[in-house]
Structures are given as C-alpha cells and as structure tokens.
C-alpha cells in the first residue's frame, strides 16, 4: 500500500505561483514512477506532468515552461511548481503512483498506469 497526501493548494491570482506537495509513504518513494493530474469543474481528469525514477520529467505542451515537477528521494516527497497561474488552471490537482518497475527512464501520462492516488488538493486561480 502506499498512501499519498497533497498540500498546497488555495486561492491565488491571476500570474501568481504555488508549489504543491505530495508527501507519499508506505513504500520506497525511490522506487515509485510518479504523476501529477488534475479535474477541472466539468472535465475529466487530465494528466499535468510525470517524472520517472531517474528524474526524467515530462509535462503537457500548454504547460511546459510554467509547470514543473520534481521530487525530492530524501524527504518522500514530490513537487509541482506552477507559475503564471491562468483561471483555467483551476482544478483538484492529484498526484498518482506507479509501482511496477519497468525501467529508472519512463514516466507514464495515463490515469491506468498509477496504482495509488492521493486525495487532491483544489487550486483555484482568480480573475
């Protein structure tokens, strides 16, 4: 079992930043392949960004340059930096666990690959 919790999300402005956390246990966070994903009001889930166990990172075109992940071995834990926050980055924002190993190189970009997901954290960028 492995058990994720994000942090970090609120209420931010237009052009403002926040880091969300996601602080996993359970399991050697070393060993875990690791996603960020997020459901807008009405949408689906959708996937934001991935990082593999090397640290090889990978995010969506619309957010490349202003979403970045990270992950930090020592402290369990990963990281979404997001800047220039746009009204339609309002979401819940979920990080997910992928547990198979298959290689230190990939990430995974769909929802059936994660076998654990933490509860989100809503972010909501105002006008």
């Known amino acids: 079992q492995v058990q994720l919790v994000e942090s970090g999300g609120g209420l931010v402005q237009v052009g403002g930043s926040l880091r969300l956390s996601c602080a996993a246990s359970?399991?050697?966070?070393?060993?875990?392949?690791m996603g960020w994903f997020r459901r807008a009001p009405g949408k689906e889930r959708e996937f934001v960004a991935a990082i593999s166990l090397s640290g090889n990172t990978y995010s969506t075109d619309s957010m490349k340059g202003r979403f970045t992940t990270s992950r930090d071995n020592a402290k369990n834990t990963l990281y979404l930096q997001m800047n220039t926050l746009k009204p339609e980055n309002t979401a819940v924002y979920y990080c997910?666990?992928?547990?198979?190993?298959?290689?230190?190189?990939?990430?995974?970009?769909?929802?059936?690959?994660?076998?654990?997901w933490g509860q989100g954290t809503r972010v909501t960028v105002s006008s």
């Open positions: 997910a666990a992928h547990t198979e190993y298959d290689s230190d190189l990939l990430y995974y970009t769909e929802t059936y690959e994660y076998d654990y």
């Open positions: 359970g399991r050697t966070f070393s060993s875990l392949s």
